[in-house]
């Protein structure tokens, strides 16, 4: 997700206005009680002088009259930037090396400029139409509410309030922000997964809530007809996601697997008022659009037409789990059964060190097993590590079958290094491995269990440890994780242990595919000389060994509450 990082961030909002901050969710006090912060989250589209763009409901109370009434006719509103800094100020945080000294320094933040305010009538008629939310005396929000007051704002306006801003300083933003084919305009479907990017409570602590992935999936999709035609569709999309907004999660980004934006997030609704959780509501990107370019200035429409029009990501191909499931081999020495990778049509195998170290003059046996049958070899030690890396490198004696060699030809992409697993956190991915060691080998074979990303451990400026959900077992030492795609994304190594819990299956760390990249590359030429000088068998470090250690904890009693960051 480290690439989507890029397209979101968040907005602090300032203002001196006490009964503003009143009307915030959650409003917390500067100095002195004098100034009043809210954060919402927004998506950063790449225009030629990027576009900040989120909600905009926080707005009314300090709109004229006029102004409103100018709103709901035209449906957008040009701001009047020198009017509005006498009451609220918005600025962006941009410090992507966060630090628990610096997080609240001037310094990481960029003052913006509010250039429009959109609200849709038609979004809300539809809305209100689609969903059922009709007020009790007319069929559609806005004949019940023909004009919006400024002492407040009604459930409905924030859903359908769009605020676009512009940076006092557009040539901060990084390069990567330049990509484009990052909207899709295409109707999402229901029970699609989605990433919402998203920094709740940002302003309380950058470091610990700025851009936080939430995994969510597509409850219901709603579309009516709209008066601009993208790609030869005249819909527009509104959706609901199992998520649940919390403070400051307006605004963000809603992205697909291929990481394009589907919509941002604009507020919660749920069933009953009682009820404490419910569903997001999403306003589709081709809605988004449709607003945008109704503005009257021609070079920000420009800018959204060009970001429209360029060419969608590319979708990965992909290879099934169940195609590369031989690729994960069956490990025997006496009763010890483990893991491990085949790397190749010349029969080395990746394991750990822990499932073969201390069985001098053991037999290695190597299992294969295929949909339809499997295959045994014999393998002996080629390598293991004399330092802190848990990692052994084994080699098939025999010359493999030629069904062997097929299924290496056809599953070729498994090695491919091209992923850089930053960018998958919060990714759905396959732990494989060995497990229930009692059971022969026609009644059981490897297993796929699935999880998500949740944390990449990078040192020294590459990623080392992967963190995954995915239920692993005694057995598993030495398989793989893969990733949905079908690539090779780490070598299983530990669960996480627990004193008194004992070992918390879901909650497992893998080596990361990087640190094996030069021994793969060095087995392609078969310059087995080189692979046995490589640093990663001599590793000695204490912090690697610390982390090894970390993964077990024995029991402590609670520590005292804080109730301050």
């Not at 484009?180 to 309380?204: D, F, M, R």
């Not at 599953?411 to 930053?422: A, G, I, N, Q």
Request: some cysteine; glycine content about 6%; proline content about 4%.
């Amino acid at each position: 997700m480290e690439e989507a990082a890029a397209f979101s961030s968040y907005i602090l909002i300032q203002t001196i206005d006490r009964g503003l901050a009143e009307s915030f969710p959650l409003a917390l006090a500067g100095a002195g009680d004098k100034t009043f912060n809210y954060s919402v989250s927004t998506l950063i589209l790449p225009t030629k002088e990027p576009l900040l763009v989120t909600v905009g409901y926080f707005l009314f109370p300090l709109l004229s009259q006029d102004e409103l009434k100018s709103l709901t006719q035209n449906q957008y509103l040009k701001l009047d930037n020198d009017e509005l800094r006498k009451r609220i100020r918005f600025y962006l945080y941009h410090n992507e090396k966060l630090d628990a000294n610096n997080e609240s320094d001037k310094d990481n933040y960029i003052e913006l400029v509010p250039t429009y305010l959109f609200l849709s009538k038609e979004l809300a008629n539809s809305f209100s139409e689609i969903f059922k939310f009709r007020s009790k005396n007319s069929n559609t929000f806005f004949d019940s509410h023909p004009s919006l007051k400024t002492n407040g704002t009604y459930a409905y306006s924030k859903f359908f309030s769009i605020l676009v801003l512009e940076s006092t300083n557009p040539a901060f933003f990084p390069m990567k922000l330049r990509y484009s084919h990052i909207l899709n305009i295409e109707k999402p479907t229901e029970g699609e997964k989605v990433y919402i990017l998203s920094s709740p409570y940002a302003l309380v602590s950058p470091m610990l809530y700025k851009n936080t992935v939430q995994v969510a999936q597509i409850c219901k999709v709603a579309s009516k007809p709209s008066k601009k035609s993208f790609y030869g569709s005249r819909k527009g999309f509104i959706f609901l996601t199992n998520s649940s907004a919390k403070e400051g999660e307006e605004g963000s980004p809603v992205f697909n697997r291929e990481l394009q934006v589907l919509g941002i997030t604009l507020g919660n609704i749920s069933p009953y008022s009682q009820d404490s959780t419910g569903f997001t509501v999403c306003l589709g990107t081709h809605y988004l659009i449709d607003l945008l370019l109704r503005a009257p200035d021609s070079q920000m429409s420009n800018d959204v037409w060009k970001i429209l029009t360029s060419k969608y990501r590319p979708t990965s191909r992909t290879m099934s789990i169940k195609t590369l499931i031989p690729r994960i081999v069956k490990v025997m020495i006496g009763t010890t059964i483990g893991s491990g990778i085949l790397l190749g049509a010349h029969g080395y195998i990746l394991t750990n060190k822990h499932v073969v170290e201390n069985k001098e003059g053991m037999k290695i046996t190597i299992e294969i097993n295929y949909h339809d049958g499997y295959e045994l070899y014999v393998a002996e030690l080629f390598e293991i590590s004399h330092g802190n890396l848990d990692m052994a490198l084994l080699k098939i004696t025999q010359e493999l079958s030629a069904k062997a060699k097929r299924l290496i030809k056809e599953t070729e992409k498994f090695l491919d290094h091209s992923v850089d697993v930053r960018y998958l956190q919060g990714s759905k991915v396959y732990a494989v491995g060995y497990t229930f060691s009692e059971m022969k080998s026609l009644d059981f074979k490897s297993i796929a269990t699935q999880g998500y990303v949740s944390k990449i451990i990078v040192y020294k400026n590459l990623p080392f440890l992967i963190a995954t959900t995915c239920p692993v077992y005694n057995g598993f030492s030495g398989g793989a994780i893969i990733s949905q795609e079908g690539y090779f994304l780490g070598l299983i190594t530990y669960n996480f242990t627990h004193g008194q819990k004992g070992i918390l299956n879901d909650m497992n760390f893998s080596y990361s595919s990087h640190i094996f990249k030069d021994m793969i590359d060095y087995l392609e030429v078969k310059n087995e000389k080189q692979i046995k000088e490589l640093e990663i068998w001599n590793t000695n470090d204490g912090y690697i060994a610390k982390m090894a250690n970390s993964q077990t904890i024995d029991y402590v009693p609670t520590f005292e509450f804080r109730s301050k960051l």
